[in-house]
């Protein structure tokens, strides 16, 4: 059974740091990876999607890394923003199914 | 466009009451899913679909009944409430072709059962 894992589950940063939130999945046979950031009391919104063919995405200050033989996927975030304060969270969707498993989601505070 | 929208945006109940949660999208995406969210978890997947008359169950299924008359609409049914299904609620769509597989998600809804 797939299982997905966020480490940390909190993170507090001054603005103007590079930071790196960690997501492990125990099955490497996923089909892709997703990055989502949720604020408080609203829905997700995606931010990168990793096929399982590919090794890494850029969007903006976020660049996205995937690999699968480890189980580990990265989000880095460049010169975080108080904007960037939000529930960061992480899914794949195994190879053959339809299924999206998530993790429990980085708390991140960026501060003033 | 729209996106995915949900009503009603928060719901009280009572134990053994019934209801339906509505989601619909208007960007003809095939795949359509439901999601709960606890205090402190991710999201897990209850139903999803992947076009008219086809669903399937997620991870936790019981208690929650689905159908996909439409490729724009999926109601989620709760038959019987309970407090253990106090949660909040998103509903999903994605078009599921070839690399674009993003999901896109609605605003929510909140449920309390008493």
């Known amino acids: 059974k797939q299982e997905v894992t966020q480490i940390p589950a909190a993170l507090s940063v001054p603005e103007g740091e590079n930071l790196v939130l960690n997501c492990s999945f125990t099955?490497?046979?996923?089909?892709?990876l997703q990055w989502f950031r949720q604020d408080p009391g609203k829905g997700l919104t995606s931010l990168l999607l990793?096929?399982?063919?590919?090794r890494e995405q850029t969007s903006g200050r976020l660049n996205a890394s995937l690999d699968k033989s480890s189980g580990r996927s990265t989000l880095y975030i460049a010169a975080s923003q108080p904007g960037d304060s939000a529930t960061y969270l992480c899914?794949?969707?195994?190879?053959?199914?339809?299924?999206?498993?998530f993790g429990a989601g980085t708390r991140l505070f960026v501060k003033a | 466009n729209a996106g995915v929208t949900q009503t009603p945006k928060f719901q009280v109940l009572k134990t053994g009451q019934s209801m339906t949660l509505q989601c619909a999208q208007d960007?003809?995406?095939?795949?359509m899913s439901w999601y709960r969210q606890d205090p402190g978890m991710g999201l897990r997947l209850i139903h999803y679909?992947?076009?008219?008359?086809?669903?399937d169950q997620g991870e936790v299924p019981n208690g929650y009944n689905v159908s996909r008359s439409t490729t724009e609409d999926f109601p989620l049914r709760l038959l019987s409430a309970a407090p253990s299904q106090t949660s909040v609620y998103f509903c999903?769509?994605?078009?599921?072709?070839?690399?674009?597989?993003?999901?896109?998600f609605g605003p929510g809804t909140r449920l309390l059962v008493l």
């Open positions: 999903a769509s994605s078009p599921w072709t070839g690399d674009q597989e993003t999901q896109y």
């Open positions: 099955d490497s046979a996923i089909y892709n």
């Open positions: 990793i096929q399982s063919s590919q």
């Open positions: 899914a794949v969707v195994n190879t053959g199914g339809f299924k999206t498993i």
């Open positions: 960007m003809n995406h095939e795949y």
């Open positions: 679909s992947v076009g008219a008359g086809i669903t």
